[in-house]
């Protein structure tokens, strides 16, 4: 018996089924069809204007929604809860949005369907159009909303979720969640994430880490972190200016019910990290990827680790293969 299943008896109980070699798309391949203001359109017709305020500005908010395959067919994970902070990111920025949340879900599906899409990536986005050069797009530029849809596998690549990734912690640090409203997936917001994940990719590393300007963790470019220390499973939350994961939030619970872990909801630094026994990360596209080198120090991977037992459960879930998280799971 290692120390884990010492700890968590069940988590040797977790099937080893096969879902981390299933077959799943290499590429992105883009879709045909877009959901564009209303209806279903031929994506490659669709343009955005060059004076959109957006393009200038940062002006735009979106959401990243995994669509799984199942044995009863294609899937949306988390639909509902994806589409609510996309309409809270837009009522931040002053946008009014012409389609209320059954709307966007019911297009999300029908985007979905159209595309015959079953390992995919949706894209909403809300975003200021075209108007004068004026810092205020509330007041005349026009509000689109599309939905895009595109093939998507494994996001850090093959063998990421298995063997686990190398990441740095970033020169840059984290915008306060008093400069900008950090939970609100914001475009404009992203420029932090990606000087960081060029910074990484520079230095032969697959991800960023960034600290905020007191030291402590916020997030990776586009994950959430946890870690586990002596049996107890660790994240911090909004107060470390991140944008509260849908991932981490599932992470939480399956960590709660399925493996009654002693969960600490609270701020961490650099060190705590580098004393952890295993670190993680959450995210829509990343899904649930073990960290296995951070800055040259090495953590577990693999099995046996928690990370590996609640990656499983994760996948489990998502796919289709766990009754009890049937309601985070929209047909489609
Ligand atoms: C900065 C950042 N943090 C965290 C997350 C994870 O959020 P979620 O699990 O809802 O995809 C994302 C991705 O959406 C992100 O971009």
Redesign the pocket.
Known sequence: MTPMQNEWPNFSGVPEDDILTLPRPRGQTLARWIWWNGDIREASRQSVHYYANALHYGTAVF??IRCYPTDDGPVLL?LE??IE?LQRSARLYGMQVSYDAETLQAACVEVTRKNRISDGYLRPLVYFGEGPIDLKPKRACPVHVFIAIRELGTFLGEGALRNGVRVTISSWRKFHHTMLPTMA?ASG??AN?VLAAHEAMDRGYDDAILLNQDGTVS??????IFFVKAGRLVTNDETSS?????????ILRLAEEDFHMPIEIRSFTREDLLRADEIFM?????EVTPVRELDGVEFATGRNTAAAALQRAYLRAVTGKDPQRADWLTRV
């Open positions: 959401e990243g988390r809860d994806h902070r997936k917001h992203y994430n997030s990776a470019t586009g994950q959430n991140i944008v509260p994961g849908i991932t981490r939030d599932c959450t995210g829509t596209a990343a």
